[in-house]
């Protein structure tokens, strides 16, 4: 025991912690939260058994028991180039994390390039939704782009408040898929116009590296039967239900598994070029 900590230690637990790469801290609401950052993922010699000893059930939780443990589609996230684990609120220290073995989120991502231009992939972001609203999905989307750069942030979805919330952290006229433009007034085609073909090329590169090219439409952003089923059911509902929600209602059809490729155009913080 550490002391004023409720922890475990490591070998209560089916699966040690491994030492990562290294330990950045994010901000929240709940205050800084410690964040353990691995680049290489060979340090998990059993990623699945890891995965159910430590965040098993909060994902459960986040996706809202559509899923059985064995069925988990997030474990396709040990397989990027770094993914980050976030510790519980009152964990300050990488010692107290690795005995302690709490998470409350975890995310992954990969960086890639298409004709020169950096693309950051995010390959998913988990929040124990106990924690949710605390500003977490924003902080570790903000800090990845500052510990890994880019021009463009992209990740797959079916979710209407993924759609919604980097619409709020990127701006609505930075955020790109083909939902949002389709059916619209012709100024706000001629916008997305402009970005056309670099974010379909870049669409097909990441649908290639997520081994869905085959079901992967370039002009729609869609993917078919990516999930085999919804991932949400009613919980994308209760986070958001408007315009962005009506129109993932239109296009995708969630209960067979579809997903779209969304891609938002990285601008430089006022206060960087400060700096």
């Known amino acids: 025991k550490f002391p004023g900590t409720d922890c475990i230690t490591m070998t209560s637990l089916p699966v040690s912690i491994p030492k990562p790469t290294s330990t950045i801290t994010i901000p929240s609401k709940l205050g800084p939260l410690l964040t353990l950052v691995y680049s290489d993922l060979s340090v998990f010699t059993d990623k699945l058994a890891f995965y159910k000893a430590y965040i098993k059930e909060y994902t459960q939780a986040a996706f809202n028991d559509t899923q059985t443990p064995d069925e988990f589609h997030t474990e396709h996230m040990f397989h990027s180039e770094i993914i980050w684990f976030v510790a519980v609120p009152e964990c300050k220290t990488e010692q107290v994390a690795l005995a302690q073995g709490k998470f409350i989120a975890h995310s992954s991502f990969s960086p890639m390039e ?10 998913g972001c988990i929040v124990d939704p106990k924690y949710e609203g605390n500003g977490i999905f924003s902080a ?6 500052v510990s ?11 979710n209407p408040a993924v759609i919604r919330g980097l619409q709020r952290s990127f701006g609505e006229e930075n955020v790109y898929t083909d939902i949002l433009w389709r059916d619209t007034d012709k100024a706000t085609q001629q916008d997305f116009q402009k970005q056309l073909d670099l974010v379909r090329g870049m669409g097909k590169m990441v649908s290639q590296y997520l081994n869905m090219d085959k079901c992967y439409d370039k002009n ?11 991932l949400f059911h009613s919980l994308a509902r209760k986070q958001y ?8 209602d239109k296009y995708l059809d969630r209960a067979e598994g579809d997903c779209l490729l969304i ?5 430089e913080d006022e206060n960087d070029k400060e700096q």
């Open 241 to 248: 239900d408007g315009e962005v929600g009506e129109r993932v």
């Open 140 to 145: 570790i989307t903000k800090q990845g782009m």
């Open 220 to 230: 729609t952003m869609i993917a078919k039967s990516v999930y085999g089923k919804t």
């Open 114 to 123: 298409y004709n020169g231009v950096e693309v950051l992939y995010h390959n």
């Open 148 to 158: 890994y750069g880019g021009d463009y942030y992209t990740c797959r979805t079916q």
């Open 263 to 267: 891609f938002a155009a990285i601008q």
